[in-house]
């Protein structure tokens, strides 16, 4: 029997290089692809976009910025999402501080700063335990490399003018569940229970040690909830 496809979506910065743990330990039987999310400078564009290239029907998980792109996806053409994850994410629009935040990243990007963003980020997307992890901050660093400038300003006037997606969450009728990471900064725990409850029937899983990139921090534990919701 063929297993139904699965769909993952990166966050901001990031490449299928955040993923490749669960694509090795799901990818059995299954097909599973990483869209690509750099393409478009608004998150309606980029869902068309993924939805163009997705097969008829999916299981969708997005992570941060992949998170939004999911929910609009699921807004659009939910017919074609059969189960929704959401993980380290968040349904509201930005702030007036964070939309600040995001102008400052652009402009330095396009001063010709972008390879200071990378480890500009870096003590906030992750785990106060993995400041110090060498290897992950390599990671990290090859995916805002592979992302490059141009891209980057592209995603962030897309998540700029994002809109709040809290209203549409109780009318999502698929399996659903909300990951998040018990340390993440920027999608802390109290913002993915809020979408927990506002989706009916939804999971919530908090990973211990995890921060905001939770697939490259503790990706047993993401991989783990993935398959329980793939298979529920």
Same mark, same amino acid.
Request: proline share 7%.
């Given at each position: ?18 993923w490749a743990d669960q694509v090795a330990a799901l990818g059995a039987g299954r097909a599973v692809m990483v869209a690509d999310h750099a393409g478009a400078e608004t998150i309606a564009a980029i869902a068309a976009a993924i939805l163009a ?19 609009? !996806?699921l807004r659009v053409a939910p017919e074609r999402v059969d189960r929704l994850a959401l993980l380290d994410t968040r349904a509201d629009a930005d702030a007036p501080e964070q939309s600040e935040v995001r102008r400052q990243l652009i402009d ?70 909300? !990951?998040? #990471?018990?340390?993440?900064? @920027? ?13 009916? #029937? ?8 995890? #921060?905001? @990139? ?19």
């Amino acid at each position: 029997m063929t297993m139904l496809p699965l769909l993952l979506i990166p966050g901001l910065n990031c490449t299928a290089a955040l993923w490749a743990d669960q694509v090795a330990a799901l990818g059995a039987g299954r097909a599973v692809m990483v869209a690509d999310h750099a393409g478009a400078e608004t998150i309606a564009a980029i869902a068309a976009a993924i939805l163009a290239d997705a097969p008829p029907r999916f299981a969708l998980a997005g992570l941060s910025m992949g998170g939004y792109v999911a929910m609009e !996806i699921l807004r659009v053409a939910p017919e074609r999402v059969d189960r929704l994850a959401l993980l380290d994410t968040r349904a509201d629009a930005d702030a007036p501080e964070q939309s600040e935040v995001r102008r400052q990243l652009i402009d330095i990007t396009e001063r010709g700063g972008f390879a200071k963003i990378a480890a500009m980020q870096y003590p906030r997307l992750v785990a106060p335990a993995r400041l110090d992890d060498e290897a992950l901050q390599a990671t990290v660093r090859a995916m805002a490399d592979a992302t490059g400038a141009d891209a980057f300003v592209r995603q962030q006037k897309a998540i700029l003018t994002r809109i709040d997606s809290r209203p549409s969450l109780a009318a999502v009728s698929c399996p659903a569940t909300v !990951i998040v #990471g018990e340390d993440d900064q @920027l999608t802390p725990p109290d913002l993915a229970r809020d979408m927990a409850e506002r989706i009916p #029937g939804a999971r919530l899983v908090v990973l211990p040690g995890a #921060g905001h @990139l939770s697939p490259l921090e503790t990706p047993d534990a993401v991989t783990a909830a993935l398959r329980d919701w793939l298979e529920g």
